[in-house]
């Protein structure tokens, strides 16, 4: 059993709201100097930098800097408002969930002088194009749906920051709902585990309690971490396992 550090919610120039500094080759590098094992990528609505973050990564391994695994994920804005972290393992499954969310985003523009602009870019860090579509709005797609097809297509589902006022679970709804069968749940740096237990009683006991640092500077990678206890290298399966307790596996926010 081997014990890892993630950090699950990390944002890069592709997120309006994040730093120009949030490029492949110093999220990478912030991790390693951070002591992370595991971080996944997890922009707003879209997915356009994950891979080039997993690619900065393989460069660095190959340069025997770091051993980072880095998962593909995006941070969805359900039509309820609530924000849902999506980690998958492999590219074409991004792609496809990818294209699903497409499909529910309002066919509004982003306004780059009021939200920020909207970066993709590859492994360097080098701009490929700007996204010119608004990813902060809501997408089209309910909560308990979107977790069903996340979890459907093999991928962690949990909702982020839960006990945050914007876009938090528990703010936008009120209490848990009775039909979500969620990976796990997410609470903000501003609470530990318990404190949410307490706070928010509706939480199913066997839903997991995590926390990351919602990254969109440098400096705040890894600013909180979840440890995942895991008897094999670090994917969306093994993650899952030890969120339930499975083979003496676990999660836990040190």
Not at 2 to 28: F, G, K, Q
Not at 116 to 130: H, S
Not at 214 to 230: F, N, S
């Amino acid at each position: 059993m081997r014990a890892y550090r993630a950090d699950l919610h990390v944002h890069t120039v592709l997120s309006a709201c994040a730093e120009i500094e949030m490029i492949p080759p110093l999220i990478v590098e912030e991790a390693r100097l951070k002591g992370l094992d595991i971080i996944a990528i997890t922009d707003h609505n879209a997915t356009g930098n994950a891979i080039a973050v997993r690619e900065a990564a393989a460069e660095a391994h190959r340069r025997g800097e770091t051993e980072l695994t880095v998962l593909l994920g995006m941070e969805l804005q359900t039509r309820e408002e609530v924000d849902l972290l999506c980690i998958f393992d492999t590219p074409e499954v991004l792609e496809a969930w990818q294209s699903i969310v497409d499909e529910q985003l309002l066919p509004m523009p982003n306004d780059p002088e009021r939200f920020g602009p909207q970066y993709v870019v590859d492994r360097e860090g080098t701009l490929v194009r700007e996204d010119p579509r608004l990813l902060q709005a809501p997408a089209m797609v309910g909560l308990e749906e979107a977790v069903d097809q996340v979890q459907s297509m093999g991928g962690l589902a949990i909702p982020a920051h839960i006990d945050r006022q914007h876009n938090g679970l528990m703010a936008m709804l009120g209490l848990w709902p009775a039909g979500l069968n969620v990976d796990a749940a997410e609470i903000s740096p501003n609470m530990r585990p318990s404190q949410a237990r307490q706070a928010f009683n509706s939480i199913p006991e066997h839903v997991a309690l995590v926390s990351h640092s919602d990254a969109h500077w440098l400096d705040w990678i890894g600013h909180v971490m979840t440890i995942y206890e895991l008897h094999n290298r670090p994917t969306v399966t093994t993650l899952r396992q030890a969120l339930r307790g499975i083979e003496g596996q676990r999660a836990y926010v040190p």
